[in-house]
């Protein structure tokens, strides 16, 4: 059986009297890449978020990486990666000014970080932009360096908050690549999306509605509980009479 590296039980969060997330409950394995999907609105940033120990949950409990959510929120930050849903690297610094700071934030050595950049620009093929401003650069490349920012400090979990967003199709299957060698490499996956296409990627994906879990299992089994030919079918089915909020 796979080590379980997230746990969540019963995880709430209610902004005065809206519940944006009313208990989910899920595991996640060891170098599992798991979706967190749902529509705009669904409480998947929520969930993320209380997860990575940037917010307290109302009720509940999780842990990740083995600390509690709750208790002991700066060592679950140190131990994952976390790549936001807005862009967070500095747009008037360079590639490699940005990852000095990021990589001394996380107490890394200047020549490890070097090293690291080093590396990742070369398997990315844009060793050409470590000097470059970021605000100089493309979306797509952006959110490839975003990605490899989260990998800096070697975490065995990172979270990825809708990281194909706003990006042609092209570069979303490349970034879907990049998430599919992570996962070879034994890092644990949690990414949120609202694309249903992208489903298909994952292990296993929970499907969230108005800040619920309404399904969790493999994509294919999805479709054949749902009678559905692809994951937006099973999405719209699951989504049919509710409200999104």
Not at 158 to 187: C, H, K, M, N, S
Not at 219 to 225: A, D, F, G, H, V
Request: aromatic fraction near 10%; proline fraction near 3%.
């Amino acid at each position: 059986m796979k080590e379980k590296v997230i746990t969540s039980n019963k995880l709430s969060r209610k902004f005065g009297d809206f519940v944006a997330v009313d208990e989910v409950t899920f595991e996640v394995s060891k170098g599992e890449i798991f979706g967190f999907l749902g529509a705009n609105g669904a409480g998947k940033t929520t969930a993320m978020r209380m997860l990575c120990g940037l917010l307290a949950p109302s009720s509940g409990s999780a842990t990740v990486a083995g600390y509690d959510v709750s208790t002991q929120p700066e060592m679950v930050k140190k131990n994952i990666g976390y790549m936001s849903q807005k862009f967070s690297m500095y747009e008037d610094l360079t590639v490699k000014e940005n990852f000095l700071f990021y990589g001394g934030v996380y107490g890394l050595k200047r020549k490890a970080i070097i090293e690291r950049l080093s590396m990742m620009l070369g398997l990315l093929n844009l060793s050409h932009v470590m000097n470059s401003l970021v605000g100089s650069l493309p979306l797509g490349w952006k959110q490839k360096l975003s990605f490899s920012l989260a990998m800096l400090h070697q975490p065995g979990i990172i979270f990825l908050d809708e990281p194909t967003g706003g990006v042609d199709p092209i570069t979303r299957r490349q970034f879907w690549d990049l998430i599919y060698e992570a996962a070879y490499d034994g890092i644990t996956i949690f990414v949120t999306t609202h694309y249903m296409d992208e489903a298909e990627y994952c292990d296993r994906v929970s499907i969230m509605v108005d800040g619920s879990i309404k399904a969790l299992d493999s994509p294919e089994n999805l479709r054949k509980t749902y009678n559905a030919a692809s994951m937006d079918g099973v999405f719209q089915e699951l989504a049919r009479g509710t409200s999104t909020k």
